[in-house]
Structures are given as structure tokens and as C-alpha cells.
């Protein structure tokens, strides 16, 4: 499980690095280079780049950097975090996973626009996702329940 965890630790590292070039380029005024036809300008301007008032790409730097750390830290010190820390990840992992999916939605749907970077990240995410319910030490099931209790 070692090699899972520097694997989740080296994929946030290429999100935070990701959602930099993201902002980087909407604060300089840099123009945003697609990888593939695309319309990314559209996407990371459109008033759904941001969550109360918050660019999404500065939510998205947060995000990967608490999961590269953590899965860092996870990786040097298996022992001595505690079952609530890979709690609190597993459910930030879970949450950004079903928001990635909520923004490619609003990429098909509502924006009819794609944004290569925005589906990189997204996947990032979601391979992230697959690894962190694959690796836990929590079963999906206790995660659903103590997720049921808490509300």
C-alpha cells in the first residue's frame, strides 16, 4: 500500500501544479493553451468558475495540496495519524470527486464548452477517488454509516 499512497501523494502534486497554471494564467491574463481543441477560455471565465466567490482553481490548489501532503505524511508515518485524519481525506476525496462530476456536468450542459485542463483535473480526481476507497483502512460501508450518523 506504500507505493498506493506516494502514487495519491505524486497525483495531488500534478493537480496542485495543474490548478496553478490554471490560476496563473487567469491572473496574469495569460491566455489558457488547450492540449486539445477546446474551448478552456470559455470554461474558467464562465460564472461557473467560481464558489462563493472563490475561483475554483484556487479551491482546487487547497484540495490537492491537503491530499499530496496527507498522503505524504501517510506514507512516512503510516501509524501515528490517526483513523479520523484518513476520515476527514477520505470524505474531502469523496466530496471533490462529486464536485468534479457536478463541473463536467455544468461543461456539457450548461456551458456546451470543454476545457482539456478542467478534464484533466477531473480525472486526477477521480483516479485519486479510486484509489483513496481502494487503499482505506475504512470500509466504504463505515464510511457510509458514520457519514449517516453525523446528520
Request: net charge positive; proline share 4%.
Amino acid at each position: 500500500m506504500l507505493i498506493v499512497k506516494i502514487l495519491i501523494s505524486v497525483l495531488g502534486l500534478s493537480g496542485f501544479l495543474l490548478a496553478s497554471y490554471i490560476r496563473h494564467c487567469k491572473t496574469k491574463l495569460v491566455p489558457l493553451v488547450c492540449p486539445v481543441e477546446g474551448s478552456c477560455e470559455k470554461v474558467v471565465h464562465s460564472d461557473y468558475s467560481k464558489l462563493f466567490g472563490i475561483p475554483l482553481e484556487v479551491i482546487g490548489m487547497f484540495y490537492y495540496a491537503i491530499i499530496s501532503l496527507s498522503y505524504a505524511l501517510f506514507a512516512i508515518f503510516p501509524t501515528l495519524l490517526p483513523d479520523i485524519v484518513s476520515f476527514v481525506v477520505m470524505g474531502l476525496t469523496a466530496g471533490a470527486f462529486f464536485f468534479s462530476l457536478y463541473l463536467t456536468f455544468v461543461q456539457a450542459f450548461f456551458l456546451r464548452h470543454w476545457c482539456t485542463w478542467c478534464l484533466i483535473s477531473a480525472s486526477i480526481c477521480s483516479v485519486i477517488f479510486a484509489l483513496v476507497m481502494i487503499s482505506s483502512r475504512i470500509a466504504p460501508q463505515e464510511l457510509a454509516q458514520s457519514i449517516i450518523h453525523l446528520f
